[in-house]
């Protein structure tokens, strides 16, 4: 069994080579047609005016399983802090919608697609005071106590193996009253040990990290989330499922098993929801 230090090694290690290749189109796999499996179905999250203020880069980087800024109700004037921020489409999003007087700070430890992010934020025209970028993880972010209004993340938290110190960071850094807008990756009931574990060894990816409903409900109301509530949630089937199992895409993920992408097809799911920290 892959211990925590290693499951995120190679996490970080992957996503890192994934936004590297990005800078050069021929290896990054959205410069396949739109119909590829890899690209279509993240690109579909987003509608076109969204798209419109997004940088190419930023699009090709896209990872994600929901849009998070869609529910995240953002009001100008809002601190907003993205929790695995990848190529920068949510913190491009969320920077329109709390203007010149928000801010919007990305955090992710991979350096390349910070670097990355950095780039597309500077095509998308906007500037260092909106948006922040830092390498870091998710359970040590350095950022101060309750500086953020609204914390949103986007099919990351299911990658880290410890989710308690994931939501214990975000609940510190919110103000009393902020609250969340996540978007990940669940399983509606528990799977073996060993499928787990083998998903977890082979892929290391969203659907070895991702953790049943009720644990995940539990991790929020042990950090002092209240107040959960369910946006929207969707069945990850046929392409989707087996592209959620190799993200970032297969150049860098090796393909599970197929007997055990049958077994846990309808247990994953992609669910959308908001949670407050009490005031
Ligand atoms: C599936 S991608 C999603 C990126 C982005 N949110 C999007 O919608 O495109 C996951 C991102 O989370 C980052 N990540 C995963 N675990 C992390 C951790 N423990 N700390 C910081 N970043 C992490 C990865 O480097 C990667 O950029």
Do not use: W
């Amino acid at each position: 069994m892959m211990k925590n230090l290693e499951i995120s090694r190679v996490v970080q290690t992957r996503y890192g080579s994934f936004a590297e290749a990005a800078g050069r189109a021929a290896t990054s796999c959205c410069s396949k047609p739109p119909t590829s499996s890899c690209c279509a179905p993240r690109q579909a999250l987003y509608d076109e005016s969204e798209l419109a203020l997004v940088p190419e880069l930023a699009r090709n980087l896209s990872r994600g399983c929901g849009n998070p800024t869609h529910f995240a109700k953002l009001q100008p004037g809002e601190v907003v802090v993205d929790f695995g921020c990848g190529g920068g489409t949510d913190l491009i999003l969320a920077a329109h919608k709390v203007g010149e007087r928000g801010k919007v700070i990305g955090i992710d430890f991979a350096q390349q697609m910070i670097e990355q992010a950095k780039e597309a934020v500077a095509q998308a025209g906007l500037h260092d005071e909106m948006i922040e970028l830092r390498h870091a993880s998710l359970d040590n972010t350095a950022l101060a106590n309750a500086c953020a209004d609204v914390l949103i993340s986007n099919c990351v938290i299911n990658l880290c193996p410890d989710k308690d110190a994931v939501y214990l960071e975000a609940f510190r850094i919110l103000k009393p009253g902020g609250r969340l807008a996540i978007s990940d990756i669940l399983l509606t009931e528990p799977i073996a040990a060993d499928l787990r574990n083998r998903f977890q060894s082979i892929s290391a990816g969203c659907i070895g990290g991702a953790i049943p409903e009720d644990d995940y409900l539990r991790t929020l109301k042990n950090a002092g989330f209240v107040a959960v509530l369910i946006v929207s949630r969707h069945p990850l089937v046929g392409v989707e499922l087996d592209d959620m199992a190799r993200c970032p895409g297969e150049e860098y993920t090796p393909a599970p098993l197929s007997k055990d992408l049958d077994q846990v097809r309808g247990k994953v799911e992609s669910v959308k929801f908001t949670a407050i920290k009490p005031s």
